[in-house]
């Protein structure tokens, strides 16, 4: 079993920066990548950026690309989205999730593509 818990979302303006952690425990063979999702109010939950496990590879969503930038620390075993220049729309429960698949190989915008998934952190961005 795999837990991954994220934190360090809160309630900012719009312009502010943010960075959420996620704590993720690893398997003891093979390794795991890591992305963040969000989701809005009734709306479906969104790819936000993905990473492999030594930080190596990023993907991004066009939504925040140039904005939030992943990353990892192996010795913490935590990743990182560092979120800047927020924007109301932003607003969302973000969640961190892992996969045992490199993420060369699968689609990563899919949710079905992450095996294992985080509680949600909250992230208002008021204007």
């Known amino acids: 079993q795999v837990h991954v818990v994220e934190s360090g979302g809160g309630l900012v303006q719009a312009g502010d920066s943010l960075r959420l952690s996620c704590a993720a425990s690893?398997?003891?063979?093979?390794?795991?990548?890591m992305g963040w999702f969000r989701q809005a109010p009734g709306k479906e939950r969104e790819f936000v950026a993905a990473?492999?496990?030594?930080?190596?590879?990023?993907r991004y969503a066009d939504s925040v690309k140039g904005r939030f930038a992943i990353s990892v620390d192996n010795a913490k075993n935590t990743v990182y989205l560092q979120m800047n220049s927020l924007r109301p729309e932003d607003t969302a429960v973000y969640y961190c999730?892992?996969?045992?698949?490199?993420?060369?190989?699968?689609?990563?915008?899919?949710?079905?593509?992450?095996?294992?998934w985080g509680q949600g952190t909250q992230v208002t961005v008021s204007s």
């Open positions: 690893r398997r003891t063979f093979g390794h795991l990548d």
């Open positions: 990473i492999t496990w030594n930080g190596g590879i990023t």
């Open positions: 999730a892992a996969t045992t698949k490199p993420i060369q190989t699968i689609v990563v915008v899919r949710t079905t593509s992450y095996d294992y």
